[in-house]
């Protein structure tokens, strides 16, 4: 699987966007790349995944650098809620056994 | 509809005894995962199953076995459980027949080695 650089930590103001990084250059054509949030040691939270296309749900944005070494989750407005850790993870698709490697993410802090 | 239910939450263990952790999904899933998550860290794969009767080795699978009996449940033993093993277990479960599918995950279950 590709690795993924994330930064260890951010702020962000409550009410406003928050745009996590994530870099995966070493990212293959059949790679997907997913997000996923762990809230205060709880189990870790589907956020969002994509292949080439910017994606968005009801959580989140997830934008793709036209060459795919690099995306970006956006969340629109954060809370104080969203405060987290958040994992961009990346692997393929059809992978036979399907791990997934979790790195150690960003913590992000969202403040009032 | 419980989704991923682990048990037990907390157990405290002397070192040298074994224990067993049950994931029990009912979803229907058929790929199934335990993971295990130190102070400040990741969670790193410990094994994982993509079927009833079927497991595979992760990144740290040294000191813990794993059964796959019946497609709802994977269990995850310690036979002589050590301090280094003091950690929070986490079970997920995810759809095998997606080209890509999320992970669904349990609470947590918080063990401590004397």
């Known amino acids: 699987d590709a690795k993924t650089t994330q930064p260890t930590s951010m702020d962000c103001a409550e009410g406003r966007a928050a745009n996590l990084p994530c870099n995966h250059s070493t990212i293959s054509g059949n790679e997907y790349v997913y997000w996923y949030r762990q809230i205060h040691s709880q189990g870790p939270q589907y956020i969002i995944h994509?292949?080439?296309n910017n994606e968005t749900n009801e959580m989140a944005s997830l934008i793709i650098t036209e060459d795919r070494k690099s995306s970006t989750l956006i969340l629109p407005h954060a809370t104080l809620r969203d405060t987290a850790v958040y994992y961009c993870i990346v692997r393929p698709g059809r992978e036979y056994g399907n791990k997934l490697v979790f790195g150690a993410g960003t913590i992000l802090r969202v403040k009032s | 509809n419980a989704g991923v239910t682990q048990t037990p939450k907390f157990r405290v263990l002397k070192t040298g005894q074994s224990m067993t952790l049950l994931c029990a999904q009912d979803?229907?899933?058929?790929?199934m995962y335990w993971y295990r998550q130190d102070p400040g860290m990741g969670l790193r794969l410990i094994h994982y199953s993509v079927g009833e009767g079927t497991t595979a080795k992760g990144e740290v699978p040294d000191g813990y076995n794993v059964s796959r009996l019946k497609k709802q449940n994977f269990l995850l033993g310690l036979e002589s459980a050590a301090p280094s093993q003091t950690s929070v277990y986490f079970c997920?479960?995810?759809?095998?027949?997606?080209?890509?599918?999320?992970?669904?995950f349990g609470e947590g279950s918080r063990l401590t080695v004397l």
């Open positions: 997920a479960s995810r759809f095998g027949g997606q080209v890509a599918g999320e992970l669904f």
């Open positions: 994509g292949l080439k």
């Open positions: 979803m229907n899933h058929e790929y």
